[in-house]
């Protein structure tokens, strides 16, 4: 008698039907959205109400005249997972259109970090050495502390904070992403 083996198995995760060949990905979103009360809940609800995650949001008015504001959210999933929620985002009443900026071509996203370093002698100039090389700037400063704002890729403020770890990182306030496509078109 002939057995039979599967070779997709499925994990114990939150996502549904996951198998051991999907891969989670992360995508940078921008929705578009009427600036009135409650929306940001809406949009939030879905996340929450299904069991995604955001790793980071960013949300500010930005065509005053039509009152329309700009959401920008960073969340991983699989590739069913992350369309799914793209279709979910598509059909809420206040939204008027949900761009993927990691799969609609290039794209460029920014994230600011403001970043306490405690320290005196040789871990004060160190701190600072990394600034330097980080392009961060010093927006306040004692003779014990330092406040660094820097920007950036969040890839590079996740090196900039890991580095300050050993030098005195006291504390460290992040704006999240945020993103916008590459060329002449808009949203």
Known sequence: MESFVSTATTTTTHYPAMTTAESIEMRT???LVDNEPGVLARVIGLFSGRGYNIDSLTVSETEHEKHLS????VTRGTAMVLEQIKNQLDRLVPVHRVVDLSSGGPAIARELAMVKVRGTGEHRMEALRL???FRARVID???????FEITGASEKIESF???????????????????????PEGM
């Not at 890991?162 to 060329?183: C, F, H, K, Q």
Request: proline residues 2%.
């Open 29 to 31: 979103l921008c929705v």
């Open 70 to 73: 700009r959401i920008t959210i």
């Open 131 to 133: 600034a330097d090389a």
């Open 141 to 147: 400063a004692t003779t014990e502390h330092f406040v």
């Open 161 to 183: 904070i890991n580095l300050m770890l050993p030098v005195g990182l006291v504390e460290v306030s992040r704006t999240g992403v945020v993103a916008i496509a590459r060329g």
